[in-house]
Nanobody, 114 residues
Framework: QVQLVESGGGLVQPGGSLRLTCEAS????????IGWYRQILGNQRELVAS???????DYVGDVKGRFEISRDNAKRTVYLEMKNLTLEDTAVYYC????????WGQGTQVTVSS
């Protein structure tokens, strides 16, 4: 069973940066593709970035070129480096496997505001 805990969110001005951290525990967490998802208020949760067990990243939509996903299997950690944040990036960010498991963590709130 894999458990994932998100952290690193906060309040940032437009154009600012944040780094989110996803810490995994449990058996063989390194064997999963891990994704960062976000849920904007009133919208469905969506996948924004993922990284395979071999470290191959993939991005969805307008985060391309602004977000960078990475993983450290030894530390059982997946990171999401976010740059040039915009108001539209405001959301709760979650990490989960890809495809996602039915259970979600509490997520971490990212608020972009001037």
């Amino acid at each position: 069973q894999v458990q994932l805990v998100e952290s690193g969110g906060g309040l940032v001005q437009p154009g600012g940066s944040l780094r989110l951290t996803c810490e995994a525990s449990g058996v063989v967490s390194r064997l999963y593709t891990i994704g960062w998802y976000r849920q904007i208020l009133g919208n469905q949760r969506e996948l924004v970035a993922s990284i395979t067990t071999e470290g191959v990243p993939d991005y969805v939509g307008d985060v391309k070129g602004r977000f960078e996903i990475s993983r450290d299997n030894a530390k059982r950690t997946v990171y999401l480096e976010m740059k040039n944040l915009t108001l539209e990036d405001t959301a709760v960010y979650y990490c989960n496997t890809v495809p996602n498991r039915p259970t979600w963590g509490q997520g971490t709130q990212v608020t972009v505001s001037s």
